[in-house]
């Protein structure tokens, strides 16, 4: 499914009750990194009230190449003037999911948000997938920080 490097092609596919018109995610820039997805809402919109969330369909399902990702980031503007925010951020969806893709979204803002039908709701970002191999050891290795956590190489 890849044309040329930098380059990798996701496929998508309607769900049943989608409205098609709204078009596929889309990259708003040249330098994108994340490509926009809407709220598909045919049947209307959602209002979630401050504290509240909602799983927002957004009318595709979604075929990523093994060996690839698709997180689900939150749009800054959406942020920052209505405190909307993703539960899950970033959300993954793994190459092997073929189901609907839906967007996790709460209103962390102080006054009720309404989605809107065809709203871009979130932002979409193709990322490598590199597996690991876990081992259980009975020690690791040393460092400078050793086992120093939240704060230890801060100001102090």
């Given at each position: 499914m890849t044309a040329e490097p930098g380059h990798v092609?996701?496929?998508?596919a309607?769900?049943?009750d989608a409205d098609r018109s709204l078009g596929l995610p889309a990259y708003q820039t040249p330098g994108a990194a994340?490509?926009?997805v809407r709220a598909n809402l045919p049947e209307g919109d959602v209002t979630l009230v401050p504290g509240a969330r909602a799983l927002i369909p957004t009318g595709?399902?979604?075929e990523i190449p093994h060996g690839?990702?698709?997180q689900v980031r939150p749009r800054s503007g959406l942020a920052l003037?209505?405190?909307l925010m993703l539960?899950?951020?970033p959300g993954t969806i793994d190459s092997d999911y073929r189901g609907p893709l839906g967007i996790i979204v709460l209103n962390a803002g102080e006054a009720a948000f309404t989605v809107t039908h065809g709203m871009r709701i979130a932002q979409l970002v193709v990322a490598p997938v590199v597996q690991a191999g876990f081992t259980l050891q009975d020690r690791l290795s040393g460092t400078e920080r050793g086992e120093g956590g939240f704060?230890?190489?801060g100001p102090r």
């Open positions: 092609e996701i496929a998508f309607w769900t049943d994340g490509a926009d595709l399902k979604i690839y990702e698709v003037k209505h405190g539960v899950n951020s704060g230890s190489t």
